[in-house]
């Protein structure tokens, strides 16, 4: 079965391209000198075994990064980025991850600890491994590297070859297997970057005596002993080694084989006949000390090409491909980072012949560059991963000032826009919040929309769909139409008897003169009938004879949307209560944009000093929204006496807005607990009526420290999706995680944390 053949002669070279690709990383947890951390895998994560995104591997410290498959290399990259970083956020702030393969500072034995995992059968092969192999060659750490075609593509295959399409997929997946294993030390050629370690490591006193590019992937790595002999050269030859060793005891189970490559779609070996190998897992790649998760996207995207030539070209002689590929691989782990190796030749040829599969499958003009470079670093070893480490190494021979200052740098990136995760940074806060949440429990994610924020959270067999961090399937469809449009958010809360201003809707200017009379010198405020975010609302807290200031706020209003609001202004505080499936779980106070006075600088010079926090951007991809210099402020600031280049005395706080919203510049303050119960039963009461699960409730109130008595209060607005990462992160005052308690309504079923 010629596959490059049935690909072009069959017009296959889409299906082809199409692969699913997942990482799976390994590092230990350290301490800030370098030592391993010899705290328990942070509970924070809920039971191990069951978070598909953090795991352990064989020791506590040992944390296991998982990324669910994804179609691409950005993608994949991405789902690590996001699991990476909210590992390094929940870790202890003491703690850091290895970015190496092997430790530079090794405990003693005793002071590992096995990982406790929940099943006892699981600690005990981990027990049964330390008696036979020791503790410290599992203290390695890789990248696993899992590879599928695409089905369509093997069902093309068995429809156009009348083969079983079982058969096909072993086939194809055996001979991948065979060609990796000839052509891996052009792999760990490029990607080796474990040159040393500590004198124990080497147990038995037999060490090499030079640097070398992987000892990972060498015989002094985590390796069988070398009578393990298992042979790829038919599934059932497979199978008949591994039970074969199994049965007479030289290994405990078929997990026990630790190659390079490894089957994977069935819970044992046996059934690959009958079911079909489903991908592939590559075992073979040493950390990158130099990318912030292990590996980098281009490179990746190199394995990706690689793997895919060499289901495309035939094999040159199956029957020498393990065992020239096993001496091929062992020369190359041990000879000097710096050194050529014999096998250049052939290494370009088969660089070239994946250029070849670039162009033929119509790829990208960047693929041929990062192949060429790759030639290039063939020919020139000290331009590899390995060379460049052992570099920076013999700078001061100190392996842990190399690893800690990369750690500490990796740790402090990841935490620099605490509030955010970079890997989604295009998302909304909300929607970020809820994916980090979400990633810490064990809940996958999947990202459908990005620019609408549309996601897809499972669970086992429980699928939810969220919009916008907190839309979800609990409410109903009418909840929101009710909440956007503000006239009828009214009506229907007056018709339960909650107090609501009174006031006037209206279409025009003219409309609006024609009731200026009948406000003239009252408190009112003018908005927009269904806008969202704060856009577009003048208050005039003490009323205005100015039909001139009055007009100018009647047509920003229109400007957001064809009809607007004229209602009375109630006096008092404005809070915002977040409600959400019956309770009222957090109560924010939002102060107008403001600045305040150094009697020095202008009112203009405030602002920019106070929107150049790095807690302030879009209120999107920021918790606090910049300040805004327009029309509005400068009309505020003049009910105040004042102008954009005023000095404002020390002290003296001068509010640019009357609105306290934070997307039009506002603070935000917790008061969740320093509100009367009856004022969180009200907002309770509100989104009820608003047939709502999720709902920010907006109230004026005098002072929440006083029971509610039915006229200390009036009610601004209902959110049918309030923002939530105000409260997450607020300007001042506790935080209230808001993403958990959506987690917690949309599964019940897991003990969210």
């Known amino acids: ?40 895998h942070p509970k924070v994560f809920g039971v191990r075994h069951e978070n598909p995104y953090i795991q352990t591997d064989f020791a506590e410290s040992q944390v296991e990064l998982i990324t669910t498959p994804e179609n691409s290399e950005k993608s994949v990259l991405r789902v690590l980025n996001a699991v990476h970083e909210v590992t390094l956020k929940n870790i202890p702030a003491n703690e850091f991850i290895w970015p190496l393969s092997i430790p530079a500072i090794l405990p003693d034995e005793k002071d590992i600890r096995v990982a406790q995992f929940e099943k006892k059968s699981d600690v005990e092969y981990r027990e049964y491994l330390v008696e036979k192999y020791g503790k410290y060659k599992q203290m390695v750490s890789g990248i696993h590297y899992n590879f599928q075609l695409d089905d369509k593509f093997m069902e093309k295959i068995s429809e156009i070859t009348k083969k079983d399409l079982v058969r096909v997929k072993n086939e194809i997946y055996l001979k991948l ?53 298992v042979s790829y050269s038919s599934l059932e030859k497979y199978i008949e080694d591994i039970t074969g060793y199994v049965k007479n005891g030289n290994l405990i189970a078929e997990k026990e084989f630790y190659s390079s490559v490894r089957f994977r779609g069935a819970d044992t070996i046996v059934k690959f006949p009958k079911e079909g190998i489903k991908y592939m897992e590559f075992r073979l790649f040493d950390l990158n000390p130099f990318a912030p998760f292990g590996i980098l996207e281009k490179d990746i995207r190199f394995v990706h090409l690689f793997l895919k030539t060499l289901v495309w070209l035939d094999e040159v002689n199956k029957e020498t491909s393990e065992s020239l590929g096993y001496e091929y691989s062992e020369n190359v782990a041990l000879t000097h980072p710096y050194e050529n190796v014999p096998y250049e030749e052939e290494g370009i040829w088969l660089l070239s012949q994946m250029k070849e599969l670039v162009k033929e499958l119509g790829l990208f003009d960047n693929d041929i560059k990062l192949i060429d470079e790759k030639i290039d670093e063939l020919q020139n070893p000290k331009n590899t991963l390995g060379a460049k480490l052992l570099a ?19 740790k402090e990136e990841a935490l620099r826009e605490y509030y955010s995760l970079s890997a989604f940074a295009n998302m909304e806060l909300s929607t970020q919040a809820v994916i980090e949440d979400a990633i810490k429990n064990g809940i996958k994610v999947d990202v459908i929309d990005e620019n609408d924020q549309f996601i897809r959270l499972e669970n086992k067999d429980h699928i939810e769909y969220v919009k916008n961090g907190n839309m979800t399937s609990k409410d109903s469809y009418i909840s929101p139409l009710i ?63 100015s039909l001139e200031n009055y007009s100018k706020a009647v047509e920003f209003a229109l400007k957001e ?22 309770k009222t779980e957090a109560v924010l106070l939002r102060v107008p944009a403001n600045v305040v006075g150094d009697g020095k600088h202008i009112i203009r010079e405030l602002v920019e000093i106070k929107n150049s926090s790095p807690l302030r951007g879009d209120a999107k991809k920021t918790p606090l929204k910049k300040i805004e210099l327009g029309e509005i402020e400068k009309l505020q600031l003049a009910e105040q006496g004042l102008n954009f280049d005023s000095i404002l005395p020390e002290n003296k706080v001068a509010y640019l807005r009357e609105n306290s919203n934070i997307s039009t510049g506002g ?72 993403s958990l308690n959506v987690l917690k309504m949309l599964f019940p079923e897991r003990n969210i944390k």
């Open 177 to 229: 297997a065979r060609q990796f294993i000839r052509y891996q030390w052009i792999l760990i050629y490029l990607y080796g970057a474990s040159p040393l370690a500590e004198d124990k490591y080497f147990t038995n006193g037999i060490k090499p005596d030079h640097y070398v590019r992987s000892l990972r992937t060498s015989r002094f790595g985590y390796v069988n002993d070398d009578d393990i002999k």
């Open 1 to 40: 079965m010629i596959i490059r053949d049935l690909i072009k002669d069959n017009n296959l070279e889409e299906i082809f391209t199409n692969v699913k690709i997942g990482l799976e990383k390994e590092g230990q947890r350290i301490l800030k000198d370098g030592t391993i951390s010899k705290t328990d």
């Open 561 to 582: 949307d064809k009809d607007i609001l004229i209602e009375e202004f109630i006096e008092g505080i404005e809070y915002r209560f977040f409600v959400i499936e019956g």
């Open 392 to 410: 920076e190494y013999e700078k001061d021979n100190n392996m842990s000032r190399v690893g800690i200052e990369l750690a500490e740098k990796y």
């Open 483 to 545: 909440m956007e449009n503000k006239v009828v958010t009214k009506k229907v809360l007056a018709e339960k008897g909650f107090r609501v201003p009174k006031g006037y809707e209206v279409s025009s200017l003219d409309e609006a003169i024609q009731k200026f009379n009948y406000i003239k010198n009252k408190p009112i405020v003018i908005k927009p009938k269904s806008t969202n975010f704060g856009l577009g609302i003048t208050i005039f807290k003490n009323g205005t004879n």
């Open 667 to 738: 603070d935000s303050v917790d008061k969740t607990d320093a509100v009367h119960e009856s004022y969180k039963k009200l907002a309770v009461e509100i989104t009820d009526a608003m047939m709502a699960k999720v709902c920010g409730v907006d109230l004026i109130i005098p002072d929440i420290t006083e029971e509610i008595n039915g006229e200390n209060y009036g009610v601004i607005e209902a959110n049918f999706n309030p923002m939530m990462m105000m409260h997450i992160y607020p300007h001042s005052g506790k935080s209230r995680r808001l």
